[in-house]
């Protein structure tokens, strides 16, 4: 199924991006291929790159109207507050990440927004990931994952073990990054999102 944008997508993908012009097609194709049964927005925040970033992604927004768009800084705001900028754009009632050196293999999105719809309590989800070098080549996984679920003892107890780029959450829950007033790493992220559960 293609993707497309309309006035309601379902899912918003928040690809974050600084001088990743050798990185940066793989992963928003990575999205946009995706085979998934929801309307998309692909929203690419390049943080004033100075390498061509965004001249590539001017080209992937021609072949994609209406679904890629990119929003480019006028000054440097650093990685959470590209982030945070995103994140109020996003329109989509689920929000997923993408650092745009990373990408998705088929089926991902799918599998995370069936998830999901099934577990309306869940305020995010995650995937185990590749570790592959600059030609491709798997390195190994990501991460031992141990268990299924997590909460916030959990975090607290193992540290920083969840993707980024693999998180699918719930948009009501993005106020508890847009309140963060200084810069900020993914733990700490997960860290809220687990809090706001309990």
Known sequence: MSVALDDSPEI???????????????????VVSQAVD????????DD???????????AIELEFPGVVRL??????????????????????PLIAHLDGDD??????????????????DCNAVYTNA???????KCLGLFNDVPS????????LVRGNFLNMSSMLFRANQKILLLEISEAFIDYRAHLRFARSAN
């Open 12 to 30: 918003s993908v928040c690809v974050l991006t600084w001088n990743q012009a050798g990185y940066i097609r793989q992963a928003v194709e990575s």
């Open 38 to 45: 929801a309307k998309i927005e692909v929203l690419v925040g």
């Open 48 to 58: 004033c790159s100075t390498d061509g970033t965004d001249e590539v992604v001017r």
């Open 71 to 92: 929003v480019r800084h006028p000054r440097q705001l650093g990685a959470s507050g590209n982030y945070q900028k995103l994140l109020a754009l996003a329109r989509g």
């Open 103 to 120: 990408y998705w293999l088929p089926g991902k999105l799918q599998k995370q927004l069936d998830f999901m719809r099934a577990n309306p």
């Open 130 to 136: 590749h570790v592959v070098d600059s030609q491709g």
């Open 148 to 155: 299924r679920f997590f909460d916030l003892p959990s975090l």
